[in-house]
Antibody, heavy 125, light 107 residues
Framework: QGQLVESGGGVVQPGRSLRLSCAAS????????MHWVRQTPGRGLEWVAV????????YYADSVRGRFTISRDNSNNTLYLQMNSLRGDDTALYYC??????????????????WGQGTLVTVSS | DVQMTQSPSSLSAYVGDRVTITCRAS??????LNWYQQKPGAAPKVLIY???TLQSGVPSRFSGSGSGTDFTLTISSLQPEDFAVYYC?????????FGQGTKVEIK
């Protein structure tokens, strides 16, 4: 099913930037849509952003649009999340996830698998 | 955005019990509904996708049903390793959205 390993989390002051990376292996990264999902005890699981397999389409959650940028390097099987103008409510465990899919009878089903182990981002002064 | 509402938020059950968790979408997601299990300190893991398809390697005591706006996850005979938090998630619309989770605890 593959493996995803995130890195780049840490403690950062409000207003500063951080870049997360996610190294993929064990599946065809260049054919996979990839997402970032974050989790906090208070807000649960929150979808952050998606990038299509070829990078041609990108979408963001309203809460991060204009501050975060998702990108990918298919030659190095790596997903990125550039986070600028960080705020306290960006504090979360950030997961990199692949969106697997199956098509049958003209219908495509999609689900998140695998998930990385997560990288913790703490925004605090 | 599609709102996903799970019930109950938590439940206590005995080993061997039949457990049912429901998930309701604020608008139809057809069968694009997935269920995940999360244990402490671990990432979520997919159990069921497409509302009722069991992911490879997941025990057959787990089952899912529903379509449109109303969905159910059933554990036919709860095992000690099933105590965890369960989330539903719709994959019909972007943004993808999750339910708030259901914590299954030992009684």
């Amino acid at each position: 099913q593959g493996q995803l390993v995130e890195s780049g989390g840490g403690v950062v002051q409000p207003g500063r930037s951080l870049r997360l990376s996610c190294a993929a292996s064990g599946f065809t990264f260049s054919s996979s849509g990839m997402h970032w999902v974050r989790q906090t005890p208070g807000r649960g699981l929150e979808w952050v952003a998606v990038i299509w397999y070829d990078g041609t389409e990108i979408y963001y959650a309203d809460s991060v649009r204009g501050r975060f940028t998702i990108s990918r390097d298919n030659s190095n099987n790596t997903l990125y999340l550039q986070m600028n103008s960080l705020r306290g409510d960006d504090t979360a465990l950030y997961y990199c996830v692949r969106e697997d899919r199956h098509t049958a009878a003209g219908k495509t089903l999609r689900w998140f698998d695998p998930w990385g182990q997560g990288t913790l981002v703490t925004v605090s002064s | 955005d599609v709102q996903m509402t799970q019930s109950p938020s938590s439940l206590s059950a005995y080993v061997g019990d039949r457990v049912t968790i429901t998930c309701r979408a604020s608008q139809s997601v057809t069968i694009n509904l997935n269920w995940y299990q999360q244990k402490p300190g671990a990432a979520p893991k997919v159990l069921i996708y497409g509302a009722s398809t069991l992911q490879s390697g997941v025990p057959s005591r787990f089952s899912g049903s529903g379509s449109g706006t109303d969905f159910t996850l059933t554990i036919s005979s709860l095992q000690p390793e099933d105590f965890a938090v369960y989330y539903c998630q719709q994959s019909h619309f972007t943004p993808r959205t999750f339910g708030q989770g259901t914590k299954v605890e030992i009684k």
